[in-house]
C-alpha cells in the first residue's frame, strides 16, 4: 500500500520559512515525478512545485524564487523549502506522486497517482 506523509507544517511569520518532508512508503518513486500542491479556504487546490526523475524542476510563478523542491531517492522522499513566506502561501498543502508524468500534465492534479493527507502552513501578517 502506497502512503506519501507529509510533515513540516506550522505557523510562521511572513518573511520566515518553513521546510516541508514527504516521506513515501510502499514503492519508491525514484523514477517518477513528486510534487506539491496548496489549497487555501474557499479556493481550488493550485499547483505549487514539482521534480521529475532527474531532477529537473517547475515551479508555479507565484512561487518561483522563494520555493525550492528537491528529492532524495535513497530516503523515498521530497522536500519542498519554503522562504519570505508570505500571509497568502497560507494553505493545507499536498505532497503527490505521479507515475510517468509528462511535463506538460505536472500542473494538473488530477493526473497525478498518489497524495498525502495534508499539512497546514499558516503564515501570519
Known amino acids: 500500500q502506497v502512503q506519501l506523509v507529509e510533515s513540516g507544517g506550522g505557523l510562521v511569520q511572513a518573511g520566515g520559512s518553513l521546510r516541508l518532508s514527504c516521506a513515501a512508503s510502499?514503492?519508491?518513486?525514484?523514477?517518477?515525478?513528486m510534487g506539491w500542491f496548496r489549497q487555501a479556504p474557499g479556493k481550488e487546490r493550485e499547483f505549487v512545485a514539482a521534480?521529475?526523475?532527474?531532477?529537473?524542476?517547475y515551479y508555479a510563478a507565484s512561487v518561483k524564487g522563494r520555493f525550492t523542491i528537491s528529492r532524495d531517492n535513497a530516503k523515498n522522499t521530497a522536500y519542498l523549502q519554503m522562504n519570505s513566506l508570505k500571509p497568502e502561501d497560507t494553505a493545507v498543502y499536498y505532497c503527490?506522486?505521479?507515475?510517468?508524468?509528462?511535463?506538460?500534465?505536472?500542473?494538473?492534479?488530477?493526473?497525478?497517482?498518489?497524495w498525502g493527507q495534508g499539512t497546514q502552513v499558516t503564515v501570519s501578517s
Open positions: 503527490a506522486a505521479g507515475l510517468k508524468l509528462p511535463a506538460y500534465a505536472l500542473a494538473e492534479g488530477n493526473q497525478w497517482d498518489y
Open positions: 521534480i521529475r526523475w532527474r531532477s529537473t524542476t
Open positions: 510502499g514503492r519508491t518513486f525514484g523514477s517518477d515525478a
